[in-house]
Structures are given as structure tokens and as C-alpha cells.
DNA sequence: ACAGTTCTTCCGCTCAGTGGAAGGGGCCTA
DNA sequence: TAGGCCCCTTCCACTGAGCGGAAGAACTGT
């Protein structure tokens, strides 16, 4: 037999999928090798489906031939739902400098924060997040300033789990993390230090849109100056309230990140 | 029969990106039905794809039902070659905080320029270009200094084309656009007035890096303002040659856009 | 109630997709 | 120069995944 022992029950689509998947913020290029031996798939099929992919500028080639993700589908992403991230980032830049520090804009998706902007000054700062990665909602600000406005059942599900513990300063006791998330939604803010990373601090706030929180916006910065932090909550809480103000006026639809 | 007369030929894999394809600035959100009619795949074809996409978080639905691109393709968008952009943006940002003009980084890509990245003040200001949208080449600043530097035989063949003259001030008669060519390429800059929309100009710079043209800046203000625009050259050539030092540093590998 | 539109499901035929294997090319070390 | 190694590309006969027309379900407006 030709086809000898093929896998059967996975669709082509979920190939390419697989194919696409393999890359992440790790491995953002890959050989044909390596990238077949990460989607689980047959060196010719992979192969086949590169070319395709290539040649419509889904994948491209790095100079040393490495395949990475292609323009066209930084393209495609740009129209993925962004009139929030596009309304918020004036604010981010004017509360980056009115501040001087890192400023992140975030939402949730599953169980993780993914951080959708950003705005940092150009001389070197420990890169926490990039746009584009996701992280643990409890040990970062952004996260718990989201998770605090999440209905109940969600909360304690998240609890439920076990809990990454990044820095021996992360709250991980489910009680503790609980009393943390009332704190944040009573005061209107979470403040963080060192609970994901050793030397940074963070403060961070939701934005709400018709009453419902759809991201948070959080400042980072370096926790030898953590005692600044409580600073920086007034001009973030009035930049999350002009992003809320901007995003409810217009014909509402499609809010998402 | 029961397959009917399909359409031979198109693999799954061109199907799933005409389906990607059909959004479009214009079109960031579809129905089934309308999806089906731009991708010219059958309402059963697309349904079925859609759904494998969909579970994929390739596509997502709109509150109202219709589809529109996925949060998982812009995160995967995100890996695209991006370090370049990643590193220029702080000089967008410094270039907008000493002018407060609106700030762009494009690409070329094809025959078309593409805009990568931008920086703009909240105040409304009328919206030429969004992240990850195309305009022509020769009515836009951005796009002239890309052209300049392109070799002979693509510049002889650009201008071979019949080319779009979207206002009156658009210049297209080809020996008269090749001398602006020269002029940029000689001062290492380009000037546009009303070229692309009535009521804007702009300045433009290319980046150089390891002396290939990979990038370009461009500055976009009211033309009302066009006298000011001279002034804006300098703190542009400054940032540009800034990014191009920073570009031309670390281990060379894989610049794109 | 009825006509129009959009979405979802069904099903048997068939050809596009499949993946093992073999062939080509580059780059080491001996 | 030969041999070993790794990565990429091409080939081919089999077969089940994909196909799309059609029927039905779910809305919507009149």
C-alpha cells in the first residue's frame, strides 16, 4: 500500500492550523524540519502545505531560508477586532508620558492575559511582555485588575486550578488571591510587586464599556522605585476612564480587544 | 451524481486562504453568506471551513453573528517579522512628542507601500492610513522615498504602469515623477502636497540598513501647515538615522518589516 | 400566514491529498 | 576523495476526506 499508514480523522485545514501553530514567541522561525517535527506531521505533507502557505505570503523565508510567519497574515491580523486598541493606545502614549514608564494594554482570553499594546521608551527595559504574549492572570496587574471583575463562577474556577508561581512573591493561597481580588474591585485598581517578575512592580486598572470590563491598562516599572507606584494609579485611572468614555460614545458594536 | 460538478483544481489549502482573504480593510467583517459569495467557495464549503477555523479561533463572531478575523491570527500576526518595527517604535514615539504630527513606519511590498506602524494624538484627526493598510507609491511620502531607492529596472517598470491619480496634485507623467525620484534620492527625503489626500502633506524619509532601503518614516500634517513642513525634515532625518543605528547593531538576522 | 433570506445538516461519489521512499545537494570530518 | 549526516525536494499509487447540491431549520419582515 502507497499511502502505507496515513493519520486519518485530521481534516486539512487543521494541518495547516497545526502548521501555523507551531510558531510562537519561542520559535517565531523554524526549518521545514523543525516545523514538521512541531505540528506532528510528515515531512512531505508539510512540505506541500509550506508552499502553499508560501506563496500566498502566509509563511515567508528568512534569509537563511528558515520559514516565519508571513506579512499577509500580520496584515490579516490588523483587521482582527482592534477599535479598542486603536481608541486606547493616544491614551497609552500620553499616560507613557506623563509617566515615563512602560504602559500596557491587555485583555483577557481563556485563563490568560494576552497583551494587545504597548508603548515603552527606547532604552532598555527588562521585556516582560511583549505584544502578542500572554501570561497568568493572578501574578500580573493587568490580570488581576481583570480577573476582579469576572462573574464569580469564573473566579473561583480560576482559583480552583493549580496556580503558577513564578516569584516566591506570587499569590497563589486561593483565600488570599480572593480577599486581593475584592480589594481590587472595591478600590478600582491592582497593584502588584514583584509577583511576576523579581524587580518590577506594576500597577494596573479596567476599562469598562457598558458596564462590562473588555481590557485593563497597567504600568510597569522597576520595583527599586516601587514607592512612585501609588503615583502613577491617579493618571492611570484617568487614562482608563478617558479610553472607557472614547469607546462608549461611538455606535456601539463589536468591542472586542 | 452526488459531488456534482465541483470545482477541481483548488486545494483545501487555497479554499481556507480565499477564505482568510475575502476580509479586507473595507470588509473586517462578513456573514456566511457574504464570505462564501468573495471567496467564491460554495455556502456548504465555507460553513464547513469556517467552523474548523472558527474552533481555531481563527475566526471569531461579532456580537451580531458575523465572522471576522480571530484573536489567534493577530497573535500569530504578531510573530511576523517584526524586530524592526519593535525597535523603531520608541522613535515614532519621540518624533511624535517633538512634533505632534502624525508619525508613520511603511514597508514596501510589492508594488504597493504598507503601513506597518503609527503614531498619532487622540484628537480626531482624518484617518489616511491605518496599521496594515496599502496605498500606491508615488502619491504618498512614504512611498516616494521607498521608490527612490529601488533599482533602476523597478523603478523604469513602476513607472511603465498606468498610475492611479487619486487628486489633482498627484503627480504621474513619468518623466516628471522620475526626476522627483532623483531629487528625493539626492537629498535624501521626500515632500508631498495634496499628492494623495487634499488637505494633507507630508515628509518622508527612507532607513537604511547594511545600505539597503528597508523601511520608511513619514510625517503627515494638515496642509494648511505645508510651510512647517521643512522644519519637521531635520528631527525626521535624526530619527531615522537613529533607527537605522539601532537596526545595524545587533546580530544581523532577519529584518523584515 | 407567507415569502424571502440566512444558516445548518445530510450523504454517497470521487479525486485531491497523502506519506513512505528515493533522489539531490550541502557541509562537515577523516 | 570518500563517507556520513542532515535537510530539502520530488515521485507515485492508493483511498478516505472533502465535496457541494439539496433539503430542512431558523429567523425576519410584511
Not at 491580523?77 to 507613557?96: D, I, K, N, T, V
Not at 478617558?242 to 455606535?251: K, N, Q, V, Y
Amino acid at each position: 500500500m502507497a499511502g502505507g499508514s496515513r493519520q486519518p480523522g485530521r481534516s486539512v485545514t487543521s494541518k495547516v492550523l497545526s502548521i501555523l501553530g507551531a510558531f510562537d514567541a519561542a520559535h517565531p522561525q523554524l526549518s521545514l524540519t523543525d516545523l514538521a517535527r512541531r505540528s506532528g506531521l510528515p515531512l512531505s505533507t508539510t512540505h506541500r502545505l509550506v508552499g502553499e502557505l508560501e506563496r500566498w505570503q502566509a509563511l515567508s523565508r528568512a534569509p537563511d531560508g528558515r520559514l516565519r510567519v508571513g506579512l499577509r497574515l500580520w496584515e490579516l491580523g490588523q483587521l482582527a477586532p482592534g477599535r479598542m486598541r486603536e481608541l486606547a493606545h493616544p491614551w497609552l502614549q500620553e499616560l507613557f508620558g506623563t509617566t515615563g514608564e512602560n504602559v500596557h494594554l491587555a485583555v483577557r482570553d481563556g485563563l490568560e492575559v494576552l497583551y494587545v499594546d504597548k508603548v515603552h521608551g527606547r532604552h532598555a527595559v527588562p521585556i516582560v511582555s511583549r505584544t502578542g504574549s500572554r501570561l497568568p492572570m493572578h501574578p500580573t496587574g493587568v490580570g488581576k485588575a481583570l480577573l476582579a471583575h469576572e462573574p464569580d463562577w469564573f473566579v473561583k474556577s480560576y482559583l480552583a486550578r493549580k496556580l503558577e508561581r513564578p516569584t516566591a512573591h506570587t499569590i497563589t493561597e486561593p483565600g488570599r488571591l480572593a480577599r486581593e481580588l475584592a480589594a481590587v474591585r472595591a478600590q478600582g485598581y491592582a497593584l502588584t510587586y514583584e509577583e511576576m517578575t523579581l524587580g518590577s512592580c506594576s500597577a494596573a486598572a479596567p476599562i469598562l464599556v457598558d458596564g462590562r470590563v473588555v481590557a485593563a491598562l497597567g504600568v510597569v516599572l522597576s520595583s527599586r522605585r516601587a514607592r512612585e507606584l501609588t503615583r502613577l494609579v491617579e493618571p492611570l485611572l484617568s487614562a482608563t476612564a478617558g479610553i472607557s468614555r472614547a469607546c462608549a460614545s461611538p455606535p456601539a458594536s463589536g468591542y472586542g480587544p
